[in-house]
């Protein structure tokens, strides 16, 4: 089950926002937000929910804002029960017996225990204890300060399931926003959304639109398999919305998640056994992920650098897409064969073009900002090297950026002098956010026609989508779906 949660301080407004409220199946009244909070206005929130309501009063030690009493923050919780609330949020941290009154109520009480600052390694005693009041719901929520937080929540949810009781866990925190929809899949009953950014109760707490819209979690179930992008940072990738938009198409029962990876071996050691259909992989992971999977493709395996995981038959195996979507991309607006081919950078999305480059027959010169990384790969494949400022001594047919110069926030900086971008040329910038790059409107002004990172994205998506799911990805609509996400989104 999915809750809105309503973090309004003023009456008016929480009415508003509950108004507004469609795809909950609950609503979580925080009720230590309003201000001034009495019977009368308690009862007016929960009637107009119109959706089964959590009432939370939460005290300021487990993150929440009440600033009265102890008396009466408990008042506030009976009252919400006579008042009909459906589900009661008491902390395990409150009087054992006013926690054994709620729970003896017809309202499901949810005894909870959270920690804001970390994952303690003592969960399995806080279950025990909480599990020994025998409430409706046990809730722990913890804050993960490595993605291998999550999996000591995940064990818990295990536990839980095997002993038939009824939990709520996930992690909160960049490292463990996966959780919020991971959980949901292991067995945890409920998990929260904010009804829109910036109304958050918890760090990285998901937004309604997000878990409806971008993750489908109501079409979500025990049977999803998963599949997600492993990187760090990976807050502001687009994947989830291009591959969940494809399953939904597709009616197929996976879902796309972000991980945000510290630790990854230890990583793929715990998620291999899980319900998986494979991985995307970005920065910093693309070359150490090599060192923990089984099998390796052969063009990845050329390149040295993997983008893309699959599970065959319980195993992992390598694959990179980022060259073939690369190609593609060229492709649409060149020929490659004896072409003269610049390639700006010396780093993973290099390593798949200069590779893809010289299988087409171009004769590629490598340029980087730190010369010696240019040296080491062109010594590899076999080409020419030189510095950024190179370039304007270099007759190119077509001028690639593989840096990540240009990228937001930064998106006013060049790789290279304007005077060297070269008119009627091909210029492609793998950087895809913004859509269009300073250089590709630079290269625009000198009569050049312009590739954008956007193209490869897709070209590399659609073909990791075939690998994962052997079905052709809907290409409009993961083209559309990015669109409307560049669209709303501020950057
Ligand atoms: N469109 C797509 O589908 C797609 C796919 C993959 C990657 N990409 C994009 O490609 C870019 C690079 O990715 P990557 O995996 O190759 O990253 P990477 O391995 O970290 O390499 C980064 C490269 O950028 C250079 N660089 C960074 N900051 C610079 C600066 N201020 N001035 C000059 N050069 C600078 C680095 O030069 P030094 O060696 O001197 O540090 C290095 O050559 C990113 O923007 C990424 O989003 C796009």
Excluded at 124 to 148: E, H, M, Q, R
Aim: charged residues 25%; glycine residues 6%.
């Amino acid at each position: 089950m999915i809750a809105a949660v309503i973090t309004e301080r003023d009456e008016k407004d929480a009415l508003n926002a509950i108004k507004k409220i469609k795809d909950a199946d609950l609503i979580e009244l925080r009720l230590d937000y309003i201000k001034n909070l009495d019977d009368k206005k308690l009862k007016n929130l929960i009637k107009n929910c119109r959706k089964p309501v959590i009432a939370t009063c939460r005290k300021k030690s487990e993150g929440g804002f009440f600033s009265g009493s102890e008396n009466e923050r408990i008042n506030i919780l009976k009252n919400a029960v006579k008042l009909g609330a459906d589900y009661v949020d008491i902390e395990y941290s409150s009087d054992k017996n006013v926690i054994k009154d709620i729970i003896k109520n017809k309202t499901k009480a949810i005894v909870s225990c959270h920690d804001f600052k970390q994952t303690p390694s003592n969960l399995g005693d806080i279950y025990n204890n909480i599990k020994k009041l025998n409430p409706d719901l046990i809730k722990i929520v913890t804050y993960a300060n490595s993605v291998t937080d999550n999996f000591k929540i995940f064990d818990l949810i295990k536990t839980a399931n095997e002993e038939n009781k009824k939990i709520i866990a996930f992690c909160m925190g960049s490292y463990g926003q996966f959780s919020r929809i991971l959980s949901a899949i292991l067995g945890s009953q409920i998990t929260y959304s904010s009804i829109e950014e910036g109304k958050e109760s918890a760090d990285c707490q998901l937004t309604m639109n997000e878990m409806v819209n971008y993750y489908r979690i109501k079409k979500l179930n025990k049977n999803t398999k998963v599949v997600g992008l492993i990187g760090n940072p990976v807050e502001h990738s687009w994947s989830h919305i291009i591959h969940n938009s494809a399953f939904d198409k597709l009616n197929i029962n996976a879902v796309y998640l972000k991980f945000q990876v510290d630790k990854l071996k230890k990583f793929i050691e715990y998620m291999k056994p899980l319900n998986l259909i494979g991985f995307s992989v970005t920065i910093p992971h693309k070359v150490e992920i090599m060192m923990y999977i089984d099998g390796l493709d052969k063009q990845a395996k050329g390149i040295g650098a993997v983008n893309t995981l699959v599970v065959k038959n319980g195993k992992l195996i390598g694959y990179n897409t980022d060259c073939p979507g690369a190609i593609r991309a060229l492709k649409q607006k060149t020929e490659l064969k004896n072409k003269n081919a610049v390639v700006l950078g010396a780093g993973g999305a290099a390593r798949a073009m200069v590779y893809g480059l010289i299988e087409n027959k171009s004769n590629v010169t490598i340029l980087n900002r730190t010369v010696e990384k240019a040296k080491l790969l062109a010594d590899y494949f076999k080409c020419d090297y030189g510095s950024l400022d190179d370039l304007k001594d270099i007759d190119y047919d077509i001028l690639i950026n593989t840096t990540s110069v240009g990228m937001y926030p930064k998106a006013n900086e060049l790789p290279i002098g304007k005077n060297s971008i070269k008119n009627n040329k091909i210029v492609f910038d793998m950087v895809f956010n913004p859509f269009k790059t300073k250089l590709l409107v630079e290269a625009e002004k000198r009569n050049c026609t312009i590739i954008n990172g956007f193209e490869m994205l897709i070209y590399g998506a659609l073909l990791q989508f075939k690998l994962w799911t052997g079905k052709d990805a809907p290409e409009q609509l993961m083209r559309q779906k990015v669109m409307e996400f560049l669209k709303n989104a501020s950057h």
